[in-house]
């Protein structure tokens, strides 16, 4: 099993600009969620699926979108990138919303200048 | 203002040395998490403790649960180079709710 995967790595992207970022899980997981990680601030919670067809929103959702329409992906969008997005983000899942192990992807770097 | 807390936020100490770090709330909780994170990597869970009171031990490592569910922490026992990382303390408010995660303690071990 792959676990967690990721993509791209690393991105760069001026003001304005729109791009998807990729999620996939392989372990057949309910549950996935989208974090972003900023220095002294820790993880914070931006969008999250607890099925197929079901997303909501989580502390920090302004400026991105998401969906599920399988299982295994959960991509995040950013609409018109802003420096303020400027941060790691990182895709989890767990087996269902209750589950308390969740495994996270290798994580995102993105600079938005 | 961060529902949980985690001092210090940063600790350098020498190979050998035992440490504590704190994951401090005013909230309880019906499980704590902590993970371990690596750079270039994503957090990998450590454990899981979801009773007051409850201690686990895994290996050097021993992570205690509050009495009250508000609190917990990790002692690292004659730390090591490998233990390096930042640790994060993440909480869930009520089974199957979302986790909250603290700021994370980074950790560098010097050989």
């Known amino acids: 099993n792959a676990g967690v995967t990721q993509t791209p790595k690393f991105q760069v992207l001026k003001t304005g600009q729109s791009m998807t970022l990729q999620c996939a899980q392989d372990?057949?997981?309910?549950?996935m969620s989208w974090y972003r990680q900023d220095p002294g601030m820790g993880l914070r919670l931006i969008h999250y699926s607890v099925g197929a067809g079901i997303t909501d929103q989580g502390e920090v959702p302004n400026g991105y979108n998401v969906s599920r329409s399988t299982t295994e992906d959960f991509p995040l969008r950013l609409l018109s990138a802003a420096p303020s997005q400027t941060s790691v983000y990182f895709c989890?899942?767990?087996?269902?919303?209750?589950?308390?192990?969740?495994?996270f992807g290798p994580g995102t770097r993105l600079t938005v200048t | 203002t961060q529902l949980l807390e985690q001092s210090p936020q940063f600790l350098s100490i020498q190979e050998g040395e035992n440490l504590t770090v704190y994951c401090n709330s005013s909230s309880v909780f019906s499980s704590l998490q902590w993970y371990r994170q690596e750079p270039g990597e994503g957090p990998v869970l450590l454990v899981t403790v979801v009773t007051g009171g409850e201690v686990k031990k895994l290996k050097r490592l021993t992570f205690q649960f509050g009495d009250a569910r508000k609190d917990s922490s990790l002692h690292i026992t004659a730390a090591q180079t490998g233990d390096t990382g930042l640790y994060l303390c993440?909480?869930?408010?009520?089974?199957?709710?979302?986790?909250?995660f603290g700021e994370g303690t980074q950790l560098t071990v010097n050989p």
């Open positions: 993440a909480g869930a408010r009520a089974s199957g709710s979302r986790l909250t």
């Open positions: 372990m057949n997981h309910e549950y």
């Open positions: 989890a899942s767990s087996y269902s919303a209750g589950s308390l192990e969740q495994y």
